[in-house]
């Protein structure tokens, strides 16, 4: 099992920035691949990037392209989130999640590890 723990949210303005952080607590994170999800009131959770083991594939959801970027340091078993440009329409509580399979990908189902949430809230 892996227990993750995110930090960094928080409240910014729109267009302003914010960088997520997922603690890992296990010592073979680096077998695992890593992604990160968002919840906004009433709505379903919903994809937002996905990193592969080691960090050579990243995939984003369409509507974070070139906005968002997802990255991991092994060595310190943890996973980022930098979020530029944020927009009130990203105001969510956001979760990452690791993948035991090391490949990622944007379905929910491929995450059987999930942290407790991080809230952002985007002001217009």
């Known amino acids: 099992q892996v227990r993750l723990e995110e930090s960094g949210g928080g409240l910014v303005q729109a267009g302003g920035s914010l960088r997520l952080s997922c603690a890992a607590s296990r010592r073979t994170f680096n077998n695992y691949a890593m992604g990160w999800f968002r919840q906004a009131p009433g709505k379903e959770r919903e994809f937002v990037a996905t990193?592969?083991?080691?960090?050579?594939?990243?995939y984003y959801a369409d509507f974070v392209k070139g906005r968002f970027t997802i990255s991991r340091e092994n060595a310190k078993n943890m996973a980022y989130l930098q979020m530029n440009s944020l927009k009130a329409e990203d105001t969510a509580v956001y979760y990452c999640a690791a993948d035991s399979s090391g490949a990622g990908g944007s379905a929910r189902i491929k995450y059987a590890y999930w942290g407790q949430g991080t809230l952002v809230t985007v002001s217009s």
């Open positions: 990193i592969n083991w080691s960090g050579s594939w990243t």
